[in-house]
T-cell receptor, first 114, second 113 residues
Framework: AQSVSQHNHHVILSEAASLELGCNYSYGGTVNLFWYVQYPGQHLQLLLK??????LVKGIKGFEAEFIKSKFSFNLRKPSVQWSDTAEYFCAVRSSSNTGKLIFGQGTTLQVKP | ETGVTQSPTHLIKTRGQQVTLRCSSQ?????VSWYQQALGQGPQFIFQ???????GRGNFPPRFSGLQFPNYSSELNVNALELDDSALYLC????????????FGPGTRLTVL
């Protein structure tokens, strides 16, 4: 069965620190990969996505993620976080042949201290 | 372009009751997916509707059912509510294609007492 594992449940950083959130998935076929973000009091928003091509994808607000197929990973990175990045981050995977079912990780709560 | 909207925002029901949640798709989208997000967890896929038919279902019992209307809006119905049904219910819309991206609404917070 497909599954997504996010290693860090709660991350606390100071402003300007670098961020890397881990995401590993379990699925043997071709996948589409996503990172969604949920800011306090707001709904889930798409941060970035990978469908094919360049494994390094850039998203909104300076975020990027790298798909490493051999490691079944899709880690999220940002060189310098801001207080406004405080949010919950969800990694999600979907079989590329099934455009319906997104499988989400448990989420990582990021707290950025000013 | 309007985003995904859901109603109501909050709902309180008692065990055994039935509930209907509503979702309006983002303009131009023809596919709706429903997810359940329990506290502290990631969203779990319930089912998806396309062309008014169920198009994929997650590991949820038959008392979770849905509808999609010709204008692509959708309903999620839950019968015989249980305490564990308390959660945030999310609707996501997308434009059917390969591949597509799902855009989420604000959710309906359901509390079952």
């Amino acid at each position: 069965a497909q599954s997504v594992s996010q290693h860090n449940h709660h991350v606390i950083l100071s402003e300007a620190a670098s961020l890397e959130l881990g995401c590993n998935y379990s699925y043997g076929g071709t996948v589409n990969l996503f990172w969604y973000v949920q800011y306090p009091g707001q709904h889930l928003q798409l941060l970035l996505k990978y469908f094919s091509g360049d494994p390094l994808v850039k998203g909104i607000k300076g975020f990027e993620a790298e798909f490493i197929k051999s490691k079944f990973s899709f880690n999220l990175r940002k060189p310098s976080v801001q207080w406004s990045d405080t949010a919950e981050y969800f990694c999600a995977v979907r079989s590329s042949s099934n455009t319906g079912k997104l499988i989400f990780g448990q989420g990582t709560t990021l707290q950025v201290k000013p | 372009e309007t985003g995904v909207t859901q109603s109501p925002t909050h709902l309180i029901k008692t065990r055994g009751q039935q509930v209907t949640l509503r979702c309006s798709s983002q303009s131009g989208h023809n596919t709706v997916s429903w997810y359940q997000q329990a506290l502290g967890q990631g969203p779990q896929f319930i089912f998806q509707y396309y062309r008014e038919e169920e198009n994929g279902r997650g590991n949820f019992p038959p008392r979770f059912s849905g509808l999609q209307f010709p204008n692509y809006s959708s309903e999620l119905n839950v019968n015989a509510l249980e305490l564990d049904d308390s959660a945030l219910y999310l609707c996501a819309s997308s434009l059917r294609g390969s591949p597509d991206t799902q855009y989420f609404g604000p959710g309906t917070r359901l509390t079952v007492l």
